[in-house]
């Protein structure tokens, strides 16, 4: 650039504020160039234009033409004609907002008369010279939003999900390549797709794994429980063909199935027993979502019903009362977040909440992070500030609330049966008859005595009036759009965004015109729109990461531009299309998994494949994993004979709403029960011991991908915790109580049911010596002190 072309932008400024017109007088119309020229320009100039102008750009807005005011910056336009309470610029110079404020020094305020002026301007019109190009320069966004959005449109996860071919790999012979017949190890399209990745990289999948390993492994998985020892016993000599079809097909219609895959869900949805926060209270009948999660997935629901009914449950047609019911306890997932419920700003509270809303849903669902996008625009992905606030305006026009006043309440909706509600109504009716008789009795001068016979018999009756059973979950508000709120802040409001879908994603759709509904129900159908390109590649990864330990993408909650990018995209593609066309079902999904040969693969480490590939990305071996805290917990109890399968509701000390802590705070929860973990008691801010040492999930925010560490109080807890060792005694009366076992028949069936397998010589040899050693210790301890061992050993706590 030539030395002079550095002045360019000076000599502009110069001619936009230079000779302005003579002072206007008090009479000047605020919409005529006169009153721009007298009033306004100066204004801009003396306040503004020093960090907004041809030199500086804070924020990339300048106010030194009349194009570039109204293009505004990166909050959006600086003004917005005729309508100044919407004008960004208005709201800066007011400096209602520490963040906004203009100027920033609070000394430096512009005068009264001064923001009357740019009031009165905006709200005629906004009337400026040359306004050649303002039309088009309205008609634009953020010059950086709009060439991310046309950028964003190419990324990997907005592109239409098309079924792929599914590939027909072959080994390739050439040098360096892996040399085997690709058709011994392909079971089902998941297996070609794999195959045909690792045949790319030099490597090939593992022998499979021996039968023990695999029927552990596939039960764990899909029930979270581990194979008792008759049913090992009956796998390992049942060699017909059909064998492991049976045995999938059992576990998938077991109630254990959707208590295992049930608690992955709501790791999703950030369930919890309780509110956490400031005020950390009984969520007293989330537990009754918790259930109808677990049933959804027994039963098999389409995935796009289970999404459906979470978030617009009340607005669905139903065919009976269990059903209504069923609908609106799935909406808990939209109230189960924690909230400030003594938050003093009650508009600052219910956008809050709103936020948490947008958020969750995002993550959960699309694996977006739309939350990003309240204050700004999204830095990474193309998600805009209209995009949020078109969706708050869904959930604003949602009613969550049942009071926004200290202690706030959230709303709860009655499901009671037909039953439930005839015998309120008759109690409420017989109530009503007494009190009309003691009236009666009143008036005609009855005995005391009479008088008081009848209120003890009203005071009974309203002590034992039914309460009809409800639970947490939302119905519908006020329906209204929602103005941007710049930064974030409610008290600094901008234009009004129709409600409506990120245009990114918005696959034709106009924008909710429902102006009955808050516009749940056209969101559910936008999410389960077979073109939408997350919902379906979402859940399958999540179903996929639950197995493997890893996601095809392994960001399971994020498939923005800062996520990871699928290890193999047209296996995820496959099986998002697979999903769809089998009606959204969840179980063919896990079928097809559990059936494949690389789910089934051994997971011995070769040490070739590793160098090649050691974080296992192209699934070459079957990864070994450490069981989750539940899945300790149920195993432990299962193993040992102390596990009670029957269903749970709610385990809570306290009654809804009421306090989990007292002044000393002392949280009074107990984990005692013998059910299973799914059923124990999730409290925000005080996790049980147990749960918190093996990475149970933040029960405040969406986790679909938890972690797994190894640390030294994992291992202590094992050896020394009251659980561990009631359940190794436990274990031992079970195994010495045993019609014709002798010590190595009872070593045998300890590793049947620890393991889910028999023991090697060597290791059953190994037991009997110290069984046989002589002390003061007794022969029962000897055996409680052998289980405890092989319960803290890694057989017990991995998956192989």
Same mark, same amino acid.
């Given at each position: 650039m030539k030395p002079s072309h550095l002045y360019i932008p000076a000599l502009l400024a110069f001619c936009f504020f230079c000779d302005p017109s003579p002072t206007a007088n008090a009479q000047t119309p605020a919409g005529s160039v006169e009153f721009f020229e %007298?009033?306004?320009?100066?204004?801009?100039?003396?306040?503004?234009?020093?960090?907004?102008?041809?030199?500086?750009?804070?924020?990339?807005?300048?106010?030194?033409?009349?194009?570039?005011?109204? /293009?505004?910056?990166?909050?959006g336009a600086a003004i917005t004609p005729r309508e100044s309470s919407a004008s960004l610029i208005v709201a800066a110079v007011r400096q209602l907002d520490v963040a906004l404020q203009m100027p920033p020094e609070p000394a430096k305020k512009l005068s009264d008369r001064e923001i009357a002026d740019l009031v009165a301007w905006i709200d005629a019109g906004a009337i400026m010279p040359d306004l050649d190009g303002i039309d088009s320069a309205m008609s634009k966004r953020s010059p950086r939003f709009s060439d991310r959005l046309e950028k964003g449109k190419g990324h990997w996860s907005f592109q239409p999900i098309v079924r792929p071919a599914i590939p027909m790999p072959t080994a390739d012979t050439t040098e360096g390549k892996?040399?085997?017949?690709?058709? +011994?190890?392909?079971?089902?399209?998941?297996?070609?797709? @794999?195959?045909?990745?690792?045949?790319?990289?030099?490597?090939?999948?593992?022998?499979?794994?021996?039968?023990? *390993?695999?029927?552990? &492994?596939?039960?764990?998985?899909? =029930?979270?429980?581990?194979?008792?020892?008759?049913?090992?016993?009956?796998?390992?000599?049942?060699?017909?063909?059909?064998?492991?079809?049976?045995?999938?097909?059992?576990?998938?219609?077991?109630?254990?199935?959707?208590?295992?895959?049930?608690?992955?869900?709501?790791?999703?949805?950030?369930?919890?027993?309780?509110n956490g926060l400031d005020e950390n209270i009984a969520h007293g009948t989330a537990w009754r979502y918790r259930n109808y999660v677990i049933d959804s997935l027994n039963e098999d629901k389409p995935y796009s019903d289970f999404l459906s009914e979470q978030i617009a449950g009340d607005l669905l047609p139903y065919s009976g009362r269990e059903q209504r019911n069923s609908q609106l306890t799935a909406t808990a997932f939209l109230t189960l977040g924690p909230k400030v419920l003594a938050e003093v700003d009650e508009k600052k509270m219910e956008m809050d909440i709103v936020d948490e809303q947008i958020d969750t849903l995002g993550k959960a669902f699309l694996a977006i992070t739309l939350g990003c996008a309240r204050c700004h625009d999204h830095k990474f992905d193309?998600?805009?500030? +209209?995009?949020?606030?078109?969706?708050?305006?869904?959930?604003?026009? =949602?009613?969550?609330?049942? %009071?926004?006043?200290?202690?706030? /309440?959230?709303?709860?909706?009655?499901?009671?049966?037909?039953?439930?509600?005839?015998?309120?109504?008759? /109690?409420?009716?017989?109530?009503?008859?007494?009190? #009309?008789?003691?009236? +009666?009795?009143?008036?005609?001068?009855?005995?005391?005595?009479?008088?008081?016979?009848? #209120?003890?018999?009203?005071?009974?009756?309203?002590?034992?009036?039914?309460?009809?059973?409800?639970?947490?979950?939302?119905?519908?508000?006020?329906?209204q759009d929602v103005p941007v709120h710049v930064r974030g802040s409610h008290l600094v409001l901008a234009s009004k965004v129709e409600r409506r879908f990120p245009e990114v994603l918005s696959l034709d759709r106009k924008p909710i015109g429902n102006a009955t509904q808050s516009g749940r129900l056209e969101l559910t159908r936008w999410m389960t729109d077979p073109r939408n390109p997350l919902t379906a590649r979402v859940i399958v990864n999540r179903l996929w990461r639950w197995h493997f330990g890893r996601g095809l993408v392994a960001s399971t909650d994020n498939f923005?531009?800062?996520?990871?990018?699928?290890?193999?995209?047209?296996?995820?593609?496959?099986?998002?299309?697979?999903?769809?066309?089998?009606?959204?079902?969840?179980?063919?999904?896990?079928?097809?998994?559990? =059936?494949?040969?690389?789910?089934?693969?051994?997971? &011995?480490?070769?040490?070739?494949?590793?160098?090649?590939?050691?974080?296992? &990305?192209?699934?070459?071996?079957?990864?070994?994993?450490?069981?989750?805290?539940?899945?300790?917990?149920?195993?432990?109890?299962?193993?040992?004979?102390?596990?009670?399968?029957? &269903?749970?509701?709610?385990?809570?000390? @306290?009654?809804?709403?009421?306090?989990?802590?007292?002044?000393?705070?002392?949280?009074?929860?107990?984990?005692? *029960?013998?059910?299973?973990?799914?059923?124990?008691?999730?409290?925000?801010?005080?996790l049980y011991d147990l749960f918190d040492l093996f990475d149970y999930s933040d029960a405040a925010t969406v986790q679909g991908d938890r972690g797994s560490t190894t640390v030294a109080p994992q291992a202590l807890f094992m050896l020394n915790s009251a659980l561990v060792?009631?359940?190794?005694?436990?274990?031992?009366?079970?195994?010495?109580?045993?019609?014709?076992?002798?010590?190595?028949?009872?070593?045998?069936?300890?590793?049947?049911?620890?393991?889910?397998?028999?023991?090697?010589?060597? +290791?059953?040899?190994?037991?009997?010596?110290?069984?046989?050693?002589?002390?003061?210790?007794s022969r029962e301890q000897r055996w409680i002190h052998l289980c405890q061992a092989a319960i803290a050993s890694n057989d017990f706590l991995y998956v192989r």
């Amino acid at each position: 650039m030539k030395p002079s072309h550095l002045y360019i932008p000076a000599l502009l400024a110069f001619c936009f504020f230079c000779d302005p017109s003579p002072t206007a007088n008090a009479q000047t119309p605020a919409g005529s160039v006169e009153f721009f020229e %007298s009033r306004i320009r100066p204004l801009l100039h003396e306040h503004c234009v020093s960090c907004h102008g041809p030199e500086k750009q804070e924020g990339d807005l300048r106010l030194d033409t009349p194009v570039a005011i109204l /293009k505004g910056g990166d909050t959006g336009a600086a003004i917005t004609p005729r309508e100044s309470s919407a004008s960004l610029i208005v709201a800066a110079v007011r400096q209602l907002d520490v963040a906004l404020q203009m100027p920033p020094e609070p000394a430096k305020k512009l005068s009264d008369r001064e923001i009357a002026d740019l009031v009165a301007w905006i709200d005629a019109g906004a009337i400026m010279p040359d306004l050649d190009g303002i039309d088009s320069a309205m008609s634009k966004r953020s010059p950086r939003f709009s060439d991310r959005l046309e950028k964003g449109k190419g990324h990997w996860s907005f592109q239409p999900i098309v079924r792929p071919a599914i590939p027909m790999p072959t080994a390739d012979t050439t040098e360096g390549k892996a040399d085997f017949s690709a058709l +011994e190890v392909i079971r089902n399209p998941i297996d070609a797709f @794999v195959l045909q990745t690792q045949i790319q990289q030099a490597l090939s999948i593992n022998e499979a794994a021996d039968r023990s *390993s695999w029927l552990r &492994r596939v039960t764990i998985g899909l =029930t979270g429980l581990p194979p008792t020892a008759e049913e090992l016993e009956g796998f390992l000599s049942d060699r017909s063909a059909d064998a492991v079809d049976r045995v999938i097909d059992r576990l998938l219609s077991s109630a254990q199935y959707g208590e295992r895959w049930g608690r992955f869900w709501l790791d999703v949805v950030r369930y919890s027993d309780s509110n956490g926060l400031d005020e950390n209270i009984a969520h007293g009948t989330a537990w009754r979502y918790r259930n109808y999660v677990i049933d959804s997935l027994n039963e098999d629901k389409p995935y796009s019903d289970f999404l459906s009914e979470q978030i617009a449950g009340d607005l669905l047609p139903y065919s009976g009362r269990e059903q209504r019911n069923s609908q609106l306890t799935a909406t808990a997932f939209l109230t189960l977040g924690p909230k400030v419920l003594a938050e003093v700003d009650e508009k600052k509270m219910e956008m809050d909440i709103v936020d948490e809303q947008i958020d969750t849903l995002g993550k959960a669902f699309l694996a977006i992070t739309l939350g990003c996008a309240r204050c700004h625009d999204h830095k990474f992905d193309p998600i805009s500030t +209209e995009d949020y606030y078109g969706l708050a305006g869904v959930f604003k026009s =949602t009613h969550t609330m049942e %009071s926004f006043t200290k202690i706030a /309440k959230w709303h709860e909706n009655v499901i009671a049966s037909e039953q439930q509600e005839s015998e309120l109504a008759n /109690k409420q009716a017989e109530l009503s008859a007494l009190k #009309t008789r003691l009236e +009666e009795l009143t008036k005609q001068s009855a005995t005391e005595a009479e008088k008081q016979s009848l #209120t003890a018999k009203i005071e009974q009756l309203q002590k034992s009036m039914p309460v009809l059973p409800t639970v947490m979950g939302v119905r519908e508000g006020e329906v209204q759009d929602v103005p941007v709120h710049v930064r974030g802040s409610h008290l600094v409001l901008a234009s009004k965004v129709e409600r409506r879908f990120p245009e990114v994603l918005s696959l034709d759709r106009k924008p909710i015109g429902n102006a009955t509904q808050s516009g749940r129900l056209e969101l559910t159908r936008w999410m389960t729109d077979p073109r939408n390109p997350l919902t379906a590649r979402v859940i399958v990864n999540r179903l996929w990461r639950w197995h493997f330990g890893r996601g095809l993408v392994a960001s399971t909650d994020n498939f923005g531009e800062l996520g990871e990018k699928p290890s193999h995209p047209e296996l995820l593609d496959w099986l998002a299309c697979e999903l769809i066309d089998s009606g959204w079902s969840i179980k063919h999904i896990q079928r097809l998994i559990v =059936t494949s040969a690389t789910y089934g693969q051994s997971s &011995r480490i070769d040490e070739a494949k590793n160098n090649v590939d050691p974080e296992n &990305r192209y699934l070459w071996r079957f990864p070994v994993r450490r069981l989750e805290a539940e899945a300790i917990r149920d195993t432990l109890l299962a193993s040992c004979g102390q596990l009670d399968r029957a &269903r749970g509701t709610s385990l809570l000390h @306290v009654g809804n709403r009421e306090f989990l802590f007292d002044h000393t705070s002392i949280d009074k929860t107990k984990y005692d *029960s013998p059910l299973r973990s799914i059923y124990l008691p999730v409290i925000r801010n005080h996790l049980y011991d147990l749960f918190d040492l093996f990475d149970y999930s933040d029960a405040a925010t969406v986790q679909g991908d938890r972690g797994s560490t190894t640390v030294a109080p994992q291992a202590l807890f094992m050896l020394n915790s009251a659980l561990v060792h009631d359940a190794a005694a436990n274990l031992v009366k079970e195994l010495l109580k045993q019609p014709g076992l002798d010590d190595k028949g009872r070593v045998q069936r300890m590793f049947a049911l620890l393991y889910g397998r028999y023991p090697t010589e060597g +290791e059953s040899e190994t037991m009997l010596k110290f069984l046989d050693k002589s002390g003061d210790v007794s022969r029962e301890q000897r055996w409680i002190h052998l289980c405890q061992a092989a319960i803290a050993s890694n057989d017990f706590l991995y998956v192989r």
